[in-house]
């Protein structure tokens, strides 16, 4: 059983910048693909970007390309998301999730794909 714990949210104002960060207990993400989703209040998750750990092929929704960047660290087997240009309409509960599939090579961008889900960490973006 994988457990995430997510980590980093805060308040930002417009423009600025946050790294969240997803850590995995029991496990090491060496064989998982690992996406960051939000949400919103009344809304459905959507999907933010995701990372295959053995090849760290990454995808991204098209309203954060060019402003997230999702990466790894082995030593520290940690995923981040690093936001930066940040905007009000990012605000959102921020969730990562996981999903083993150690011998494919393509990327989920569906939530209904991933298998562990953590509590979410809320990031709040002031105008």
């Known amino acids: 059983q994988v457990q995430l714990v997510e980590s980093g949210g805060g308040l930002v104002q417009a423009g600025g910048s946050l790294r969240l960060s997803c850590a995995a207990s029991?496990?090491?993400?060496?064989?998982?693909?690992v996406g960051w989703f939000r949400q919103t209040p009344g809304k459905e998750r959507e999907f933010v970007a995701a990372?295959?750990?053995?090849?760290?092929?990454?995808v991204y929704a098209d309203s954060v390309k060019g402003r997230f960047t999702i990466s790894r660290d082995n030593a520290k087997n940690l995923v981040y998301l690093q936001m930066s240009s940040l905007k009000p309409e990012d605000t959102a509960a921020y969730h990562c999730?996981?999903?083993?599939?150690?011998?494919?090579?393509?990327?989920?961008?569906?939530?209904?794909?991933?298998?562990?889900w953590g509590q979410g960490t809320q990031v709040t973006v002031s105008s």
């Open positions: 999730a996981a999903r083993l599939d150690p011998n494919g090579s393509r990327l989920y961008v569906v939530q209904g794909s991933y298998n562990y």
């Open positions: 029991g496990r090491t993400f060496s064989n998982y693909i």
């Open positions: 990372i295959r750990w053995s090849r760290s092929n990454t």
